[in-house]
């Protein structure tokens, strides 16, 4: 069974740091790509930031460039999300998520091109 495990979320306050961990097990996805969404309160699942199969390649919503960094451990089969400079619209439920896919070179930023899915972490942010 594919399992995905985000840790890391938590209250910050406005300007803070957090390191959000996603840890995959039943499957290996150091070929695949991956990637992180948030839902805010209220609103729908958007896009973050996704990352290529090989690590060589990202996308990042512009709400979090310069911001958030995704990086992947191969070894370990987890991928990272280090956010800074956080702000209060940054509040949200992250999840991860990963494709079936086996690519070097795709980031998908569409929610449809996962396949699987974390239970997610929440990311509060206090002004």
């Known amino acids: 069974q594919v399992q995905l495990v985000e840790s890391g979320g938590g209250l910050v306050q406005a300007g803070g740091s957090l390191r959000l961990s996603c840890a995959a097990s039943?499957?290996?996805?150091?070929?695949?790509?991956m990637g992180w969404f948030r839902q805010p309160p209220g609103k729908e699942r958007e896009f973050v930031v996704a990352?290529?199969?090989?690590?060589?390649?990202?996308s990042y919503a512009d709400s979090v460039k310069g911001r958030f960094t995704i990086s992947r451990d191969r070894a370990k089969n987890t991928v990272y999300l280090q956010m800074n400079g956080l702000k209060p619209e940054d509040t949200a439920v992250y999840s991860c998520?990963?494709?079936?896919?086996?690519?070097?070179?795709?980031?998908?930023?569409?929610?449809?091109?996962?396949?699987?899915w974390g239970q997610g972490t929440q990311v509060t942010v206090s002004s």
């Open positions: 998520a990963g494709t079936s896919t086996y690519s070097a070179n795709y980031v998908p930023r569409r929610s449809e091109s996962y396949t699987f």
């Open positions: 039943g499957r290996t996805f150091s070929n695949s790509p």
């Open positions: 990352i290529s199969g090989s690590g060589g390649l990202t």
